[in-house]
């Protein structure tokens, strides 16, 4: 049987006071609608459809088209019951198991999911789980009233012994159901043949006026199913997120987290509250990640390599042994035992090869710089191939747009560069050529040939013969 899922996803999130769907506020460089469906997915889940507005349903289509998820869109939105009649609509009935969870909860992990699922027997009369959670009073969460009334025991996890009676919503509990601590989190695993038997009979006779989901539980209750409750072992990975401070305390949340998780896999984090995680990293044993760094994207660190302080890496490749200090690399490649900086800057596809050097405000751009050459300092290296040994002088510039395309530099091995030289692309410099300091290179050099002065010039060759 199949496991389906809904994901809550049309609130339009008026106190976030944005322009942005409140799903779609980043948290360690996602979306938080990409960490419930990551979660579900790696829960083992085989078909997502995301419920959202008219307003946002073009934004949120194209994450949805990454888990391979659908959107249906709720018009008008009467609550959370109305929007799970739409996307069961949208759904083929089938025997198996649906989860339903909201859109704003980027702490939650794939047991959660997994749990919940696992209670689910519709052949032994279990035919919704839920999950609850022990929360501080007062709280705006919709509360838990059990068989035996009162809350979970204080140290449970799993299924609890009792099942539930009903959820009462805040706005709608007597001063006793305000009094209890466990809470409704808002995910849910319903059978679904028996979800599709009682979704139509919602009422709307509520302070809200809406369809509430919760009411399915006493309308299965009423049909001779058992409900049970799956207790979380901490309410913060369950809680939603709703306003500006609570983005900024689920960020810095998730934040420790992935920090804790790579410090528990070798990684050494001098300061974790000022370093800065996103989830798909990955950095190799012995690394050690300096204060004020941020790691982006698909990075990838070698082992023994040293980052930061004051470093951004995103969509990198760092190999092993490197020192990248206080400098910023972009989608671009850094071989073995290379250091980086300080204040460089290496982006565009640049890929630069092991045991090489570059130094303070130098940037490469679109540049490949072959093993064991060097660029010590201030120098603009864009579109360029530096052949292995070739030494950048400081002041170098590559002068690769003519005002209508970029051209390509191209210097061969063992070429030195010297300092405050332009190099007018498309140009190459052969290997073991020579500029002297202010050369304008606006011609090829040839191998062995030493050139200087604006425009450049070729010096004669040294004769070889002795001197008299």
Not at 7 to 24: D, E, F, H, N, Q
Not at 110 to 121: L, N, Y
Not at 202 to 207: E, F, G, I, P, R
Not at 293 to 303: F, H, N, S, W
Request: charged residues 20%; negative net charge.
């Amino acid at each position: 049987m199949s496991t389906r899922a809904i994901v809550l996803a049309a609130g339009m999130g008026t106190r976030m006071k944005s322009a942005i769907p409140k799903v779609l506020h980043a948290i360690c460089g996602r979306p938080m609608l990409w960490y419930t469906l990551r979660a579900l997915a790696d829960a083992g889940v085989d078909e997502i459809v995301i419920v959202t507005n008219p307003q946002v349903d073009a934004a949120i289509a194209p994450l949805a088209g990454d888990f391979s998820a659908r959107t249906v869109i709720q018009a008008p939105q009467r609550g959370t019951g109305h929007a799970v009649q739409v996307a069961l609509a949208a759904l083929t009935p089938a025997a198996g198991t649906i989860v339903v969870a909201y859109g704003d909860m980027p702490l939650v992990t794939p047991a959660i999911f997994e749990d919940v699922i696992a209670d689910v027997d519709a052949d032994a009369g279990t035919v919704l789980a839920l999950v609850t959670a022990r929360m501080p009073l007062p709280s705006n969460f919709g509360r838990i009233v059990r068989q035996s009334g009162g809350s979970a025991p204080a140290a449970s996890s799993g299924s609890a012994p009792s099942g539930v009676v009903k959820i009462v919503e805040a706005r709608d509990c007597t001063p006793a159901e305000l009094a209890i601590d466990e809470m409704n989190a808002g995910i849910y695993a319903f059978d679904e043949p028996n979800l599709r038997a009682v979704i139509d009979k919602l009422s709307d006779d509520n302070a809200q006026r809406e369809l509430y989901l919760t009411d399915t539980v006493e309308l299965l209750i009423a049909a001779g199913c058992r409900v049970v409750p799956v207790v979380a072992d901490d309410y913060r990975a369950v809680l939603g997120v709703n306003d500006r401070v609570e983005l900024a305390n689920a960020r810095a949340a998730l934040n420790r987290t992935l920090c804790e998780r790579h410090m528990h896999a070798g990684v050494t984090i001098i300061d974790p509250a000022t370093t800065y995680l996103e989830p798909e990293l990955v950095v190799g044993a012995d690394v050690t990640i300096h204060p004020n760094t941020t790691l982006r994207g698909t990075t990838v660190i070698g082992a023994g390599s040293e980052i930061g302080p004051n470093t951004r890496l995103q969509g990198a490749r760092v190999g092993a042994s490197c020192v990248i200090r206080e400098s910023v690399v972009v989608d671009a490649q850094i071989g073995d035992h290379t250091r980086v900086g300080p204040f460089a800057h290496i982006r565009g596809g640049s890929i630069v090869e092991e045991h090489v050097h570059i130094g303070n405000f130098v940037e490469l751009k679109k540049t490949t710089m072959h093993a064991e050459s060097k660029a010590g300092h201030l120098a603009y290296l864009g579109d360029g191939i530096i052949g292995e040994r070739a030494n950048i002088g400081a002041g170098t510039i590559f002068c690769n747009y003519d005002g209508t395309n970029k051209n390509t530099t191209t210097i061969g091995a063992d070429a030195f560069i010297g300092s405050n030289s332009s190099l007018v692309a498309p140009i190459t410099i052969g290997e073991g050529a020579l500029t002297g300091a202010g050369t304008v290179a606006i011609r090829d050099i040839a191998p062995g040939e030493r050139v200087v002065g604006n425009p450049g010039r070729a010096l004669p060759v040294p004769s070889a013969e002795p001197i008299p």
